[in-house]
Every structure is written in C-alpha cells, then in structure tokens.
C-alpha cells in the first residue's frame, strides 16, 4: 500500500511555505524568483497528488501546462532582471522602487 | 380671432427684421420699418375693435390658441392670447402712442450711433407689452412683464457710456425684482387655490376663494405694481429712469409700461372685489403716492424729474381709483394720462433737442416764441394734465375723484389738494421754460433754438388734439359713457359704483374746475417772471424726499456691508476653507494611501500573502458550514 | 498501524526524497551566493521529481528533471553569472524584522490552513473529468488527454512559448536604448 496522499500534501505545504517565506525575505530578485520556483513546484506536487487520489489525469495535465509557462515566465522573468540590471545596476528588489507613491 | 395674432404679430416680425438687417437698413430706414410695424399693429388693433364691436356686449371675449407651453402635472400653460373690451383698450392706446413716439424718434435719434438698435429695442419693447396686455394667462403676462422690463433696462442704459444711465438701468431693473417676487407669489397663490393659471378660468372663479386668501393674493399682485407702476415706496427708479432717451420716457415711463400695474389690477379686479383690506390699501396707497409725487414735483429743476415726478402722482391716481374700486376711471385715466404725459415727454424732449441736450430749466425760458408748437403742444398737455375743463384730464380725474369721495371724503380731499399741485407744478415748468427771460445763451452758445423738425412736431400736434379732446371718450352723461359701457362687462359686479346726491354731482367737478384754475393762477403768478424761488423749493423735495439717500443708507450701504462681511469673513473662511478642508481631506486620505505604495515589491507581497489567508480562512469556513 | 499498511521501502524514499527536499528547500533560503541558492534549487527539484514518480507520475519527473532542473536553472546560472557570481546578498534581517515577522506570521497562518485542508476528508464533486489515469500507462494517458481533450491549450502554448522568446529578445535589446530615450522622437508626439 502507498502513502497517504495527506502526507505529500503536508510535504507540499511545506514547500510552499518555505518559498513563500523566501519571497517574503530575500533582497536578490534572483533568489526571490527561485522561491517563487519553489512555490511552484510545491503546487504541481500537490495537483499529481489529488490526481492520484481522484484517479483523473486532470491534474497531471494542469502540471504538464504549469510546467511550460513556467519555463516561459523564467525566460521573461530573467530578461526583465538583466534588462533592470543593465539600467540600475542593482538586483535588489528594495532599490527598484520607481512605483513609491 | 386672427387678426389678434396680427396686432401682436407686426412689432414681433418688426423686431425680427430690424435684429437681422436694422445695421444695413440704417438711419432713418430702420426707424420707417420700427414705425411702419407699429402702425400696421394699430390698423390691426383697430380692426380687433371693429370686431368686437360688432358681437353682442356679453360675447366680447374672444381667445387665440396658438400652441401648448408647458405642461407639467396638472399645470397647463398654454399660449393664448385674449382679446376682449378691456385688453382692446390697452391695445389701442399702447400701439397708438407707440407708434407716434416712433415717428417722432426717427428725428429725435437722427445720427445716433445705435440708432437701428434703439428701434430694435423699442419694437421689441412694443412686442412684449401687447403679450402683456393681451395674454390669456398669468405665466404670459409674466412674460411680457418680463420683456418689457428687459426692454426698459436697456433703453435706460441706452446711452451706457454715461455711468449714470449705465446704473439706473440696473436700479430699474433691481427695484423691479421686488415687484417680480410678488406676481410669482401671487400666481403660486392662485394656481393652489384655484388649479389653473388661465383668466378664463380663474376670474369667473375667484369668488370661491377664501377672504384672507383673496386678500394676500390682492396685495401680492399690488407688489408687483407697486413696482411696475412706482408706487410708494418702489417709485425710485422711475426718476433715473430719465437717464434713457426721451422718447424712451414718453413711451415706456409714462404711457405704457408703467400702467401695466394697473392693467394688472383692473384684470384681476374679481380677485380685488373680494379683498376689502388690500383694496383699501392700494387706495392710500395710491393717494399718499399721488400727493409726494407732487409735492416733490414742485421742487424740481431738472424737466424731466419734474415730469418723471408727475407721472409717479397720475399712477398714484389711477391706483386710488383702482382701490376704490372704480376700475374704469382708473383706465379712463390711463387712456387720457397716455395722450398728455407722452406728449408732454415729447414736448420736453424737444425742448431739450433744440437746447443740445440741457435738461434744467434754470437754463431754459422765452423760449415759447422760438418753438411755437413745441410750446402750444405743451401747454394743451398742461391744461390736460391740470384738469382745466373741458380738455381730457378734467374728465378723468374728476371721475377717481368723485369715487374716492364716494369711498371716503379723506381719500378726495388728498385727491383735490394733488390736483391743485399738479396745476402748480406744471404750470411751474410752463412759465420757467416757455416764458421769462431767455436763460439759454451759455448752453446754445450764441446760435438761437429753433422749432423742431416736423417729423417730431407731427406727433406732437396729434397727440395734442388727441390729449384735448379724449374726454370725450367717457364724458359724465348719461348715453354719453361709451368708455363705461364698453368696459363694464369686463368687470362686472367688481366694479363699485357710488351713489352720489344731485348737488354733489354738480358741486364736485366745479371744485375741481376751480382748483384746476387756482393751481394754474398761482403758478402764472409765482413764476411768470422767476426761475428760481428757494422758499418754495426746499432741499426735502428736490431730494424726493430723501427716500432715494434712505436706500442708499440702509439697503445699499447695508447690502454692500454685507457683501464686504461675506467677502472679508464668510468667504475666506467658511467657503474657502470648507473648500481647502475637503482638499486637505482627499490629501490626508491619499497621504495615508500613499504609505502602502511604498513601491517596496516585498511589502506589496507581503498584503497578497495576508490577502492569500484570508481567503484560504473563507475557504475553510466556508466548507466546515 | 501506519508502518502495518504501508510497504517499507515505499516509506524509505518517501522520507529520503522529503528529506532532500527540506535541506534544499531551507539551503536556498539561507544561500548568501545565488549560485549557492541555484544548486539547492536543483536538489529541491530533484526532491519532488522523485516524488512523482512515487506518485505515478514518471513522465512529468522526467520533464521536472529535463526543463526545470536542466533547462531553467541552467537559465538562472546563466544570468548569475552574467550579473557577477560572486555578488553577495545581506541575508540578515537586522533593520527588517518587523516585515521578517509578519512574513513569518503570514506564512504560518497559510500553512496551519493548508495543513488542515491536506489532512481532511475533503470530497470533490467531479471524478475523472480528463479520463482515468488507471487505464493504462502513464505517458499514454497524459498524451491521450493532453492532444484530445486540451489540444487546444496545448497549441497555445505552443504560441505562449514563442512570445516568452520574443519578449526576452526584446527585453534584452531595446532597453540599452530606452536608456538614453532620442530626442527627436519626444518632439514628434
């Protein structure tokens, strides 16, 4: 008999939690966005777990599709930061304050 | 009842034509086609008169729909004119006069720089005060009260380069306001009580209205004469009002406009009827504003203050006859006042063309040799306006006075002594302008006044004959009463009739007769060889009064305190800083919005983290339900 | 009663493959270098790719391993290195503690909540809306669906990938020139 999918949930919560906590505190926008991978990844464990405990394919699809925009939002995501980096000359995220009301 | 269209419809298209090509028309073109207008609306009066005359007495009212106006609820205002035996009287005698004062403004404003305007004005003015006179519903009448108002404000200020014609302009048109107030007043007051707006409605009506309703209804509409028709205590622009052209006196301060108070009075004499405490006081009222008038009158140097003032006196006669109840006296008077007070505008008017625009009469005298007409004119007027017998005024005022006698012997007796000084003061003017010695030379300097063009001497002459023998209209005989006849139904049991004995029908119009006299007597006497006499023309009545410095002190030194404490204290503070106050709110609003657009990204993720629980919470609350 | 029902070596990876995870997931956290932070990102990647397949889920671990743990971090190297390598960060959070704690709050409250929606009995209402994942292969299934039923979405990504490389080509092109914006084309609006 397999695991529980309760406790790849658990796993996944983790997982997010600690990329969200990543997000939250890190200054360099490059270690922010592999936080945000985290996150990400915590979130496609969780759909191929529900996919198994319902037995439905759904959920390994809604992977399959996170999986490419996130390759495509990485690819966007890196060149916004080298093109911030070539005008500012800084990847802190608390420098890049252009939108302070 | 089309050709009622017509009379009100020629000044209309007059007006139309000179507003579109008056400039290219010029001087004198647009003051033919101003004068042809208004001649043509006579005809057309005329004509509407023949009509009438030709039904039976009882069916002399005839309406002209033209279309619907407003119509909001239950409120229906449509326009309508009326023409019956009361509104073809005032019909005749406005574009009569009008078009005589017409032709004699074509010469009077000969080479003025806006002299196609003047006629725009002037036909317009025509135009409204026929929808006054003729309207079939209050909102209508309001409207040519209204427009004859907007037309006496700019033919005052006419000359508006000249500061002083610029404000009694505006004066006139503020006093009138008070007056305004009162007719909207009075017509919310009607419509409530009697659901419609409409005479054909409201008069055969308004006896089912309350006495006391009656009686607010009376003198809120009063108010509005009072300041259309300068009564005491509106009269004070009447006086500035000389400032506009002479013509524009005659026409609208003296035979037509002002008279529309009472017009309005005798209209709603149904509504009067009732109103016994209102009457009475438009009786003395009326009285009291014939007799300063006239004591003013006598003081003045100006000529035409000195006319301005008679005419403020005849109003106050024609409202004594109106509170007295004796509404065809009251427009008896109005018809021959008409013919004397334009001509004698008219007169002056000449008088002051021919002396360069001098309007004392200290600088005037002997000058009855030079303009021989001019002078003979006036003195038809005089004896007119005197109540000498047998010319129009004898007839007419001795009518009002013979019913103020009937009311109350006080009422005739103020009545009597006004006649003696109406005699005085102008026979005053006639003395001091037309005879002495000639005073005239520093103002003429050296070339001598010459007898007007006959443009201006044609009016004068027809107006003379028309002053002179209008008494005919309504002479004290039995057969002979076609005025009283005519009107009559119009009135109905709203008009008082007093029954007077044999000897004071015979002893009344003798007094006048000889108080006529003495008034022309003494003034022959005092000022045959004067131009001045300081006893008899005391500061108080030059001043008329003081009542003018009286406003001044408290409504317009009080109105302008105001405006200083509202600019001084209210504005800045209360106005400014509720205004500042709502600013500084959105700032300090926004100043508190601007904290969280800190443009930090991690603080911004931080609120989506917070936004993220909350709705995770919903989400498990929700499924725990 | 849970080692009763469940296989042992099932467990072992389980606890292996979490484990590797937590040391990835924490080390990126506390990285001073990105490269540092990049390489525990593999590991973590590496971590739930082993739990797919523990999962059933084969195919999606070897495109976790192939795209993410190759492909995208190799990406992220790229730019690091690009950027300058030895680039440190301030990873204390002195002056930043009131934020670090509210983060910490935040994250807490989201995990107590995801805690409680992972070990209840929660019951959705549509099974096996894309088609069964038991009927047969798992790289058969996820293609079945993925070119019938999603064909749509799947062409589009197709179009979403081609614009992410657009977009990057321009990001990276244009924005020497936004620098220094010419003058002229500010006077021709």
């Known amino acids: 008999m397999s695991i529980p999918g309760s406790w790849y949930l658990v796993v996944a919560a983790l997982l997010f939690g600690l990329g969200a906590f990543g997000v939250l505190t890190r200054r360099n926008v490059i270690v922010m966005f592999m936080s945000v991978e985290l996150m990400l990844n915590a979130v496609n464990l969780t759909f191929v777990t529900y996919a198994r405990m319902l037995n439905d394919v759904g959920g390994q699809v809604a992977v399959f599709f996170v999986l490419v925009v996130a390759a495509a939002e990485v690819v966007v995501g890196l060149g916004i930061i080298v093109a911030i980096f070539r005008h500012r000359a800084t990847v802190t995220v608390d420098d890049i304050s252009s939108l302070k009301g | ?625 | 009663m849970i080692a009763t029902v469940i296989s042992v070596p099932q467990l072992i990876v389980f606890i292996v493959s979490v484990v590797i995870i937590a040391i990835g997931g924490v080390g990126l956290l506390s990285a001073r270098y990105p490269v540092h932070a990049a390489l525990f990102l593999v590991m973590t990647l590496f971590g739930v790719a082993v739990l797919f397949i523990e999962e059933g889920a084969e195919f999606l671990a070897a495109v976790q391993v192939v795209v993410y743990a190759g492909a995208v971090v190799v990406l992220f190297l790229f730019v690091i290195m690009l950027l300058g390598v030895d680039r440190e960060e301030i990873t204390s959070f002195a002056g930043d503690t009131v934020r670090v704690a509210l983060a910490g709050v935040g994250v807490a409250l989201i995990l107590a909540e995801l805690f409680i929606v992972a070990t209840g009995a929660w019951v959705t209402g549509a099974h096996a809306v894309a088609g069964k994942l038991s009927a047969g292969s798992n790289i058969g299934v996820l293609a079945r669906s993925v070119f019938t039923t999603y064909l749509l979405p799947f062409e589009l990504t197709a179009a979403l990938l081609v614009i992410a490389v657009v977009g990057a080509v321009i990001l990276s092109r244009r924005m020497s020139g936004v620098a220094q914006p010419r003058a002229h084309e500010s006077r021709e609006v």
């Open chain 2, 1 to 625: 009842m089309l050709v009622l269209g017509l009379v009100i419809g020629f000044p209309l298209l007059g007006f139309l034509v000179l507003l579109a090509f008056g400039k290219r028309i010029g001087d004198p073109g647009a003051g033919w086609v101003g004068t042809i207008a208004i001649a043509l609306s006579f005809v057309a009066a005329v004509v509407t008169w023949i009509l009438l005359l030709s039904k039976h007495a009882g069916q002399r009212t005839q309406v002209l729909r033209l279309f619907q106006w407003i119509h909001a609820g239950g409120f229906h205002v449509n326009i309508t004119f009326r023409a019956d035996p009361l509104s073809v009287v005032m019909m005749l005698f406005v574009t009569g006069v009008a078009a005589l004062i017409h032709l004699y403004s074509i010469g009077y404003m000969k080479r003025d720089a806006r002299f196609h305007q003047f006629f725009v004005y002037l036909n317009l003015f025509v135009f409204s005060m026929l929808v006054l006179v003729t309207a079939n519903n209050l909102p209508l009448t309001f409207l040519g009260w209204e427009g004859v108002g907007a037309c006496s404000y700019w033919l005052i200020s006419f000359w508006f380069e000249r500061p002083s014609a610029a404000s009694a302009g505006k004066k006139a048109f503020i006093i009138n306001r008070i007056g305004d107030m009162g007719f909207m007043l009075g017509t919310f007051l009607v419509f409530e009580n009697l659901h419609s707006v409409s005479y054909s409605q409201v008069l055969p009506a308004a006896h089912r209205l309350p006495a006391g309703t009656a009686e607010a209804i009376a003198l809120l509409f009063f108010l509005a004469a009072a300041g259309k028709s300068a009564q005491l205590p509106l009269f004070t622009w009447l006086l500035d009002a000389m400032e506009g052209p002479t013509p524009v006196s005659a026409l609208i301060h003296a035979a037509t406009m002002v008279t529309a108070g009472v017009y309005l009075m005798a209209r709603l004499s149904p509504i009067l009827a009732l109103a016994h405490a209102a009457s009475t006081t438009i009786a003395i009222i009326g009285v009291v504003t014939a007799f300063v008038a006239a004591m003013a009158a006598t003081s003045q140097t100006d000529i035409k203050k000195i006319v301005a003032f008679s005419t403020v006196s005849q109003l106050g006669y024609m409202m004594l006859g109106i509170g007295t109840g004796a509404y065809v006296a009251a427009i008896f008077l109005m018809v021959t006042h008409a013919f004397y007070k334009a001509l004698i505008f008219l007169s002056s008017g000449s008088v002051i063309h021919s002396l360069d625009s001098e309007q004392s009469i200290r600088r005037m005298g002997a000058l009855a040799k030079l303009m021989p007409i001019t002078a003979w004119t006036m003195i038809i007027a005089w004896l007119s306006i005197a109540g000498v017998p047998p010319f129009s005024g004898f007839f007419s005022k001795g009518s009002i006075l013979e019913d103020a006698f009937g009311r109350n012997e006080l009422l005739w007796v103020v009545g009597v002594v006004t006649a003696l000084l109406t005699a005085y003061y102008m026979g005053r003017l006639v003395f001091v302008v037309f005879y002495g010695k000639p005073r005239w030379q520093e103002v003429t300097k050296g070339h001598e006044p010459h007898e007007s063009p006959r443009i201006m001497t044609i009016p004068l002459i027809v107006l003379a004959v028309a002053a002179a023998v209008a008494g005919l209209l309504n002479l004290p005989y039995s057969g002979l009463r076609f005025l009283h006849n005519w009107l009559s139904p119009v009135f109905g049991s709203a008009l008082v009739s007093y029954h007077l004995s044999a000897s004071e029908k015979v002893l009344l119009p003798a007094t006048d007769a000889v108080v006529a006299l003495l008034g022309v007597v003494i003034a022959w006497r005092l000022w045959r060889n004067h131009s001045e006499r300081k006893a008899l023309e005391p500061t108080v009545l030059l001043k008329g009064w003081y009542l003018d410095s009286f406003y001044d002190r408290t409504f317009a030194r009080g109105g302008t305190a105001l405006a200083k404490f509202g600019d001084r204290v209210v504005d800045p503070t209360i106005i400014d800083g509720a205004v500042g106050g709502v600013a500084w709110l959105f700032r300090w609003v926004g100043g508190l919005g601007r904290k969280v657009q800190s443009g930090l990204v991690r603080s911004y993720l931080l609120i989506m983290v917070g936004g993220i629980v909350v709705m995770l919470a919903y989400v498990l609350v929700s499924a725990a339900r």
